[in-house]
């Protein structure tokens, strides 16, 4: 278990209890407990998330790719930006994380030992 990770949506931070799971399709799962905790209605016809906070609403907006994730490169990026586009950069870190890789704990190293062993 990992107690009181520090979850921040728009700035707000709303800590959560986690629960270690090999699930790998998704990052975090939020339970039922969670969700009424912290008021949250989910509108999934237009893809958001609504929190009721004391201090008014705050609504994440999901996106919804048409066709798959699609990896672009930096240039790619910075020309988009250029043009006008709409840019987010966005980091997940865990507070009280060393912040080493462990290699073990990558899917692909697990997968292919023998490929990635120690020289």
């Avoid at 790998?24 to 609504?50: A, K, N, P, Q, T």
């Avoid at 507070?95 to 990558?106: H, Q």
């Amino acid at each position: 278990r990992a107690r009181g990770v520090d979850i921040q949506i728009a700035g707000q931070s709303m800590p959560a209890d986690l629960v270690i799971s090999p699930v790998e399709l998704y990052d975090v799962i939020l339970g039922m407990d969670w969700l009424s905790f912290y008021r949250v209605h989910l509108d999934c016809y237009r893809g958001r998330v609504v929190f009721e906070r004391d201090g008014g609403r705050l609504v994440f907006q999901g996106v919804r790719p048409t066709s798959g994730s699609i990896v672009i490169s930096a240039i790619q990026a910075e020309q988009l930006i250029e043009r006008g586009c709409e840019a987010y950069l966005a980091t997940i870190s865990m507070a009280g994380s060393s912040g080493e890789v462990v290699f073990e704990d990558i899917r692909v190293v697990r997968e292919f030992p023998d490929v990635f062993q120690s020289l």
